[in-house]
Nanobody
Framework: VQLVESGGGLAQPGGSLRLSCAAS????????MGWFRQAPGKEREFVAA????????YSADSVKGRFTISRDNAKNTLYLQMNSLKPEDTALYYC??????????????????WGQGTQVTVSS
């Protein structure tokens, strides 16, 4: 199993970034997926999750209305579109493969594999 995030970088407050997570080594379409983030000195926190067929998603309250999770099963890729970025969105963003699909999908134990992360910095 390999998960490789990309698309991070420096953005201004109010700006946008699109993260990608390229998956390989497993049948991507058979697994729900999620995004988490970790800021310096803080625990890894849930951002968003999506089920296998993209028919259901969950998002943290802090990103609702600003971030959108999506996936392309034909390309084995997970996405996170981030709009209206704020300085508090600054963190290392990780994608994870879910073990099962349960309500909220917001705890680390619901995921079994992680990528190495991509840094997002929001600053003027």
């Amino acid at each position: 199993v390999q998960l490789v995030e990309s698309g991070g970088g420096l953005a201004q407050p109010g700006g946008s970034l699109r993260l990608s997570c390229a998956a390989s080594g497993f049948t991507f379409s058979s697994y729900a997926m999620g995004w988490f983030r970790q800021a310096p000195g803080k625990e890894r926190e849930f951002v968003a999750a999506i089920n296998r067929r993209s028919s259901s998603t969950y998002s943290a309250d802090s990103v609702k209305g600003r971030f959108t999770i999506s996936r392309d099963n034909a390309k084995n890729t997970l996405y996170l579109q981030m709009n209206s970025l704020k300085p508090e969105d600054t963190a290392l963003y990780y994608c994870g493969r879910a073990i099962n699909w349960v309500p909220m999908m917001s705890t680390l134990r619901e995921y079994d594999y992680w990528g190495q992360g991509t840094q997002v910095t929001v600053s003027s």
